[in-house]
């Protein structure tokens, strides 16, 4: 039964990520009052990049032919747990620790694997990376904490089913913890201020300049993972901090309509995003710690209002 | 049967390390003989004590023996209660792996140093710790604890012939000394308060001592035995000691002997003096906290790969004080379960860094020795010729970073949960330092994965930096197995996390007497489960998912693109000749994370330029130098040498070599003694 239902928890969120990045795109172009590529360019892409051959560099080991592999893997695992439309007692990933070390575990293998080929541009990126999740592991962790500890249980399965009961003033420091919470997942995914997911600029490209030596299928495997871990982050947001969806029934329409209702909210914060992509410039790197340090420290406030409530 | 291998079962591993010391000091004419004889009996002795520390854990007994002396206040008093059986199958296992190491490591120093004396110390260290962790008596306790010091300090001063060693060896004597000088004062000041130096008349006094003794016992016990365990700012001889001696003795020295630090702050603290105020429990924790934190900054500062895991070690000593001082927070607060829980993640992680920081700094030994140096940026491309070194340091740095499912993830899970239940404690104060714990905790994770992507990264991958890299071979066979066998317990403490967890639970129930329900922590053979459902986790259940997910990957895409080639070709570096100054280097990778901390670092770079002539634009000569301020000799240690340096010249001048002054200082002391005492009995 169970292995069932992570079944579809892994095809929904494999299915509907790429269509995430998809609108963002589209957002951004209208904003730009440009026509934009369809919203399904994305699964073309992938299509097109698992039809290709690949070329791998000399220099480059084991490491790098697995990391895709194992980026995706965690991706997977975490998509077992999110709470999309049902929220199972028991998941993998579903103590919000076991998520944060498993978005580690991807993050560790792209940036080895981007240090594997020898390039510049390779270990300036991961060099890129690693700073900023490991400045924004204090943020993503209080921000998540609050939920949990308004609700009372870190699973995260849990916090999404019993966020709908609470009490008008308790969304207060959940509405900060969301703040918080929106700075770690614009960072963690590689997007505006904290990285221009567009460009290939060697002075600013952090995510890019990790993958820039892959091809083929592995790229494929990539961007479907980027994809996959954006998607991942815009469900959290959107069902750890507001009133949720979750269905208490197992079974039957209730199920389908809850699993929408996420797809739909997840896309409007896929929107947001946009619209701080086409509104604001990126950021100078040295100034990102004071963002991801704002995000921390909104975490910690949220987290003290929420004890003492 | 069982009965008699348990009583026995010390005495037989010490029969072991006994012959192993000895026998290699009568065949030190031949190294070869002489270096299988004394890991071979090393690899014995801790075969025999993991049997036997494993069986009293199981079984739940206590062993004691006791041996009156003619000496007065000296008695050999020995007692295994099963926490002292759970570091001694701490040390136990990983010497197992050390000396299956040490055969292959120590074959490159036949003919250069005398390894008849080098066995004969790492068997009378690895003895001298075991006996520690059973002694029950304070002046065969201290009689122990200078061997153990003494044993390791020669260790550690093996390599004489190279520079820094003897430099190394000198700061450590100096500071675990001074060490001892306070562990000694504070069992003067339990035995002023008790009457006794047996450690049972302590257990059973320790509710008696007044708030005066007991902080002042609790002062000179955090430093005396923190100085060993590597707290900051008493650390700074673990970054000099550790990588200066042979690889396998670092590995026990950063992952055993600084635990004899943590073990008997849990004696001194939860069993010799109890209750303590909550606010002692706070200072251990943030002691904790800011150990783990600069512990893992200053790591990331390194390019020693040695003195690199030796500040890891400090980071890890700074976990395991969290769980400990929330611990100590919990007790003095009366939440007993919470503190069990609490408890348990500490003496979980204590387990778990001993194995990885075994296996890292074997990994690191092998690394050396293969390339001659301990300088990281003159590796690279290690993982295409050393293939099991490089999986095994992978392992150990997936395992130090906390990620799933190997066992650093489970206690760092712990410890997080146990400190997640402190912030409802209800004070505020409390809950502030709680959360400073929990902060430090998740930014410790974060730069420690960080800093394992430069230390891996840089050590193993792309290309190799220099010659020596470029020629390095594969270690031998020993050294590997050593290593695999660590990197396996790392994921055997990972996944059978349920299986451990009542084990520990029953050790936390001997030190504290606490044996309540188990409400705060649960666990079955799959699933570790905290306060009431909390929170839960399942490792073999994470593994499995992960090890699935993983292959269904694999075949779904081999099945899509099972038609498409793969060319191997140059790595793209914009048309340019590729050469090994392109890559990163570990100054480059972590420079800028440096920079953002640099409040607590202190970056430095000095710049020598000689221009020519009177010109501002051309010079003849630039060096750029970078490097980090030594906060603490410039700042604690200097200012300490100055005082102590002016009060030693001021009493100098009384001096004078005069014998009939001296005479006259001893008539005076005298005179002052007696009217002391007449007034005292007043």
């Given at each position: ?5 992570f ?32 919203i ?8 097109k ?7 791998i560099?000399e220099?480059a ?31 993998p990933?579903?103590d ?17 694997a981007?240090m594997?080929t ?12 690693m ?14 904490l ?8 870190t699973?995260?399965?849990m ?7 609470l009490?008008?003033?308790q969304?207060?420091?959940?509405l ?5 919470f ?14 221009n997911?567009?460009?290939h600029l060697?002075l ?26 954006l ?14 969806t979750i269905?208490?029934?197992v ?5 389908i309509?809850?699993g ?9 914060l ?6 701080i ?7 100078r790197y ?24 | 049967?069982?009965?008699?291998i ?12 006994l012959?192993?010391a000895?026998?290699s ?5 031949s190294?070869r ?24 854990l199981v079984l739940?007994?206590?062993?004691s ?5 003619t000496?007065?206040?000296f008695?050999?008093?020995?007692r ?6 759970f ?5 136990s296992?990983?010497a197992?792996c ?12 036949h ?18 710790m ?10 065969y306790?201290l009689?122990?604890?200078e ?7 020669m260790?550690v001063?093996f ?7 003897v430099?190394?060896g000198y700061i450590?004597?100096v ?11 504070a069992?003067?000041l339990?035995?002023h308060?008790a009457?006794?130096?047996d ?13 005066s003794?007991q902080t ?20 700074i ?12 003795v670092?590995?026990l020295m ?8 943590i ?5 001194f603290f ?7 105020a909550?606010?002692i429990g ?6 904790g906290?800011?150990?783990?934190l600069l ?12 003195r690199?895991?030796a ?8 976990i395991?004080l969290?769980?400990?001082g929330?611990?100590?927070i ?21 387990v ?7 296996l890292?700094f ?26 099991w070194?490089?999986?095994?340091f992978?392992?150990?740095?997936m ?15 712990l ?6 239940s ?5 004070n505020?104060f409390?809950t ?13 994770g974060?730069?420690?994965l ?6 891996f ?9 220099s010659?020596?890299a ?16 660590l990197a ?13 967890i009542?084990?520990?639970s ?5 030190v ?8 705060a ?22 593994a ?6 993983l ?7 081999y099945?899509?693109t099972r ?10 570096d914009?048309g340019t000749p ?5 890559e990163i ?10 920079m ?15 221009h ?6 051309f010079f ?5 130098e970078?490097s980090?301020?030594?906060i ?10 100055v005082?102590a ?33 007449s007034?005292?009995?007043?």
């Amino acid at each position: 039964m169970n292995i069932i239902f992570f079944f579809f928890q892994i095809l929904f969120v494999l299915l509907f990520s790429p269509l995430c990045i998809g609108v963002i795109r589209k957002v951004n172009a209208l904003m730009q009052s440009r026509k934009g590529a369809s919203i399904f360019q994305p699964y073309r892409n992938l299509k097109k990049l698992f039809h290709k051959d690949e070329i791998i560099s000399e220099d480059a080991s084991w490491i790098f032919r697995i990391a895709p592999y194992v980026v995706s893997a965690s991706t997977l695992v975490i998509a077992t747990s999110v709470p999309i439309a049902f929220a199972p007692a028991f998941a993998p990933a579903g103590d919000i620790l076991v998520t944060i070390y498993l978005v580690a575990m991807g993050t560790f293998f792209l940036a080895l694997a981007a240090m594997d080929t020898g390039s510049a541009f390779g270990g300036t990126g991961s060099s890129r990376e690693m700073t900023l999740a490991a400045l924004a592991e204090g943020g993503l962790l209080f921000t998540m904490l609050v939920p949990a500890v308004i609700v009372g249980s870190t699973n995260i399965g849990m916090i999404a089913s019993r966020i709908g009961t609470l009490s008008i003033f308790q969304y207060a420091p959940l509405l900060m913890a969301f703040v918080g919470f929106f700075l770690v997942l614009l960072s963690e995914n590689a997007r505006y201020p904290f990285d221009n997911p567009a460009t290939h600029l060697e002075l600013t490209m952090v995510h890019e300049a990790m993958i820039l030596e892959y091809s083929g299928k592995r790229l494929a495997l990539l961007e479907w993972a980027a994809a996959n871990k954006l998607f991942i982050f815009l469900i959290l947001a959107a069902n750890l901090f507001f009133p949720s969806t979750i269905s208490g029934a197992v079974f039957g329409i209730t199920l389908i309509v809850s699993g929408l209702l996420t797809l739909f909210k997840s896309l409007i914060l896929a929107g947001v995003i946009a619209l701080i992509e086409s509104s604001i410039p990126k950021l100078r790197y040295f100034r990102l710690p004071d963002l991801l340090f704002t995000s921390f420290v909104l975490g910690v406030i949220s987290l003290i209002i929420s004890i003492a409530m | 049967m069982v009965d008699v291998i348990i009583q026995n079962g010390l005495a037989i591993t010490l029969v072991f390390f006994l012959v192993g010391a000895f026998g290699s000091i009568l065949f030190q004419k031949s190294p070869r003989i002489c270096n299988a004889w004394s890991h071979a009996f090393a690899f014995l002795g801790s075969a025999a004590g993991v049997l036997f520390s494993a069986m009293v854990l199981v079984l739940g007994k206590t062993v004691s023996y006791q041996q009156e002396t003619t000496l007065p206040l000296f008695e050999i008093s020995v007692r295994i209660d099963p926490l002292a059986a759970f570091f001694i199958f701490i040390v136990s296992i990983v010497a197992l792996c050390t000396s299956l190491y040490g055969i292959g490591y120590m074959a490159h120093y036949h003919g250069k140093y005398n390894l008849g004396i080098f066995g004969f110390f790492y068997n009378v260290f690895i003895a001298s710790m075991l006996l520690i962790f059973s002694a029950q008596h304070a002046v065969y306790f201290l009689l122990l604890w200078e061997l153990m010091s003494l044993a390791s300090y020669m260790l550690v001063t093996f390599e004489n012939r190279t520079e820094g060693t003897v430099y190394a060896g000198y700061i450590y004597f100096v500071m675990t000394h001074a060490a001892t000088a306070c562990i000694a004062f504070a069992f003067l000041l339990l035995y002023h308060a008790a009457g006794s130096f047996d450690f049972d008349v302590l257990r059973a006094n320790a509710d008696e001592l007044t708030p005066s003794v007991q902080t002042a016992v609790f002062i000179l016990a955090l430093i005396g035995f923190g100085t060993k365990a590597g707290i900051i700012p008493l650390h700074i001889w673990l970054p000099h000691a550790h990588p200066a001696a042979p690889a396998h003795v670092s590995a026990l020295m950063s992952g055993v002997m600084i635990k004899t630090g943590i073990f008997m702050l849990i004696r001194f603290f939860l069993e010799f003096s109890h209750p303590y105020a909550p606010w002692i429990g706070s200072i251990i924790l943030l002691i904790g906290a800011a150990s783990s934190l600069l512990g893992v900054l200053y790591a990331l500062c390194e390019h020693d790969l040695k003195r690199l895991l030796a500040y890891h070690s400090i980071e890890n000593i700074g976990i395991i004080l969290l769980g400990f001082g929330g611990a100590m927070i919990f007790a003095s607060l009366g939440l007993q379960s919470f503190m069990r829980l609490s408890l348990v993640g500490a003496f979980y992680h204590t387990v778990n860094h001993a194995v990885f920081k075994a296996l890292l700094f074997l990994g690191a030994g092998s690394v050396a020795h293969a390339t001659h140096t301990r300088n990281i940026e003159e590796y690279g491309g290690l993982i295409k010729t050393m293939t099991w070194t490089a999986l095994c340091f992978l392992i150990g740095s997936m395992a130090i970073s906390g990620l799933p499912p190997f066992n650093g993830f489970v206690s760092e899970w712990l410890t997080f949960q146990a400190l997640f239940s402190g912030i409802s404690s209800g004070n505020v104060f409390l809950t502030i330092i709680f959360i400073a714990g929990i902060a430090s905790l998740a930014f410790t994770g974060g730069l420690a994965l960080a800093c394992f992507v430069k230390a891996f990264g840089v050590t193993f991958l792309a290309r190799a930096r220099s010659n020596e890299a470029h020629d390095a071979q594969e270690c031998s066979i020993s050294m590997r197995a050593g290593m695999i066998v660590l990197a396996l317990l790392t994921l055997v403490f990972g996944v059978f996390a349920g299986s451990v967890i009542p084990v520990l639970s029953h050790i936390v129930q001997s030190v504290t007497g606490f044996s309540g329900h188990a409400a705060a922590l649960f666990s079955t053979s799959t699933t570790v489960s905290v306060r009431n459902q909390f929170a839960s986790i399942s490792p073999p259940i994470i593994a499995l998912a992960y090890i699935g997910a993983l292959i269904v990957v694999m075949l779904s895409v081999y099945s899509v693109t099972r038609r498409r080639t793969v060319t191997r070709g140059l790595t793209w570096d914009c048309g340019t000749p590729l050469t090994r100054r392109m890559e990163i280097t570990a100054t480059g990778f972590s420079r800028s994370l440096l920079m953002i901390c640099k409040t607590f670092v202190r970056p430095l770079k000095n710049v020598h330029i000689q221009h020519i002539d009177q010109s501002h634009y051309f010079f003849t000569f630039q060096k750029i130098e970078l490097s980090f301020l030594d906060i603490y000799e410039l700042y604690f240690y200097r200012p300490i040498a100055v005082c102590a340096e002016y009060v030693t010249d001021r009493a100098r001048k009384i001096q004078s070599g005069n014998v009939n002054a001296y005479i006259l200082y001893i008539v005076l002391v005298f005179i002052c003694m007696i009217v002391w005492l007449s007034l005292s009995n007043v």
